[in-house]
């Protein structure tokens, strides 16, 4: 009886074996962890990661030609865009069908809006041709061809078939090639007019700027943090007070005041001309170019490089400097071999952060950038709110979306996301 009961599975007070009743435990208190996360989960999910997934599908979605001009689409399958050509009878019979229903439906306007994207009148043909459209006799003798030219000589000409065609598949690309400057033709993709390549512009101009704007906050942001670190408790409060105010102020009241001082009548050139530094008529455009953005969005972005450099500095023991100086070194070699080492990690945490807010800031060089100093933030938000062409604003982001995480793959490899300190 000893031996079959030692050699039998342990047993939980309740009689059920302990293995199984460990488990069951286990399970419950993953399950409780969960449940308690859940909440921040969701939030997550559905105001992060859902907007993103919108993003992206809008940057290919494109089903709005096929849908309003079913038959058309179907018709012109075996049209030959290079024939010079325009579609026979039966597809005008077709454009017909579909356009009465969807006038019904008052979609004929959206599509015109979509179409105008990629051909410039396009919106105002298919608006004019929607209000005559209803009278049109689709089953009669009458040429419907004859009809729709009447209506508007852009029937007549090849470049609106075409470009029904090209953008009658329900997924495109076409939005991230407008992206990089180019578009859909029919032989495949091809480069735009040079008279319309901006946002290749954009971009190589958005990485420059924001580069220099945490280079020039590295550099204005380190001694800073050094002298908090190293200054008494008390003082160093203090002193945090004033690199926190900017926190305090509204982000459009420290913009315009940058506006304010950098004009050409503005504070700093009234007092360059006051001191003999510059000629009244000479004085210097630091306003609506690259130059006032930097410098206003360094002042505003300043304060994400001092944080982490300085929570990392106080981490760094005096007594390395001092025991490097007992053994013979300068006071500068004791910095750069010794101090400076120690003081990457607050470097590298607060350049990522300052980089990538300022790839992705729009205000700022929205009031103070003018046509040299805007961001492709700016032409982003332009698609959102003005243009109204979503697809290829989400294309563009998709596109920043991109590069930034390529960029930060790419310090993870070099210098290592986990050498990045918040201090500790």
């Known amino acids: 009886m000893s031996d079959q009961t030692t050699s039998g599975p342990v047993l939980a007070a309740d009689g059920t074996p302990l293995k199984r009743s460990l488990a069951r435990a286990l399970r419950l208190q993953k399950l409780r962890a969960l449940a308690l996360v859940a909440p921040l989960l969701l939030f997550v999910l559905i105001t992060f990661i859902a907007p993103i997934a919108d993003m992206l599908f809008r940057s290919v979605e494109n089903q709005i030609v096929s849908e309003t001009l079913p038959q058309t689409v179907s018709a012109l399958a075996d049209w030959d865009p290079d024939s010079g050509e325009i ?10 069908a579909d356009l009465k229903v969807a006038v ?7 599509l015109g809006s979509r179409l105008n994207y990629e051909m410039t009148g396009a919106s105002s043909l298919f608006r004019k041709t929607g209000r005559k459209v209803k009278r049109m006799e689709i089953e009669g003798e009458t040429s419907l061809k004859d009809e729709f030219v009447a209506i508007d000589k852009d029937w007549g000409e090849t470049p609106i078939w075409k470009t029904i065609k090209t953008y009658s598949p329900s997924y495109t690309n076409g939005y991230f090639l407008n992206a990089v400057d180019m578009q859909k033709g029919p032989d495949g993709p091809e480069a735009r007019p040079e008279n319309q390549q901006i946002y290749m512009i954009l971009f190589g101009r958005t990485l420059f700027m924001s580069v220099v704007i945490t280079m020039s906050c590295i550099v204005l942001g380190y001694p800073v943090a050094w002298i908090l670190a190293n200054l008494p408790t008390r003082t160093s409060n203090l002193l945090m007070i004033l690199v926190l105010l900017p926190f305090w102020t509204s982000l459009l009241v420290r913009t315009s005041a940058w506006k304010v001082m950098l004009q050409q009548q503005g504070v700093i050139n009234d007092t360059l001309v006051w001191l003999g530094l510059v000629a009244d008529d000479a004085r210097l455009v630091m306003i609506n170019n690259q130059f006032g953005t930097i410098v206003a969005m360094t002042h505003i972005l300043l304060p994400f490089m001092i944080l982490p450099m300085y929570s990392v500095m106080q981490t760094i023991q005096p007594t390395y400097l001092r025991a490097a100086k007992s053994m013979g070194a300068t006071n500068w070699t004791a910095f750069w071999r010794v101090y400076f080492p120690q003081s990457v990690p607050g470097i590298g945490a607060g350049s990522i952060l300052v980089f ?36 290829l604003a989400a294309a563009l982001g998709a596109i920043l ?15 290592g996301i986990d050498n990045v300190k918040l201090g500790g």
């Open 87 to 96: 579609p026979g009878e039966p597809v005008f019979r077709a454009l017909a």
């Open 104 to 110: 019904e439906a008052k979609s004929h306007t959206k």
């Open 401 to 415: 979306l991109a590069v930034v995480l390529l960029l930060y793959y790419a310090y993870d490899k070099i210098v």
């Open 356 to 391: 990538i807010l300022s790839i992705g800031y729009y205000i700022t060089p929205e009031i103070v950038g003018g046509n040299t100093g805007t961001f492709i933030s700016n032409r982003i938000a332009y698609h959102i709110s003005s243009s109204l062409n979503w697809g």
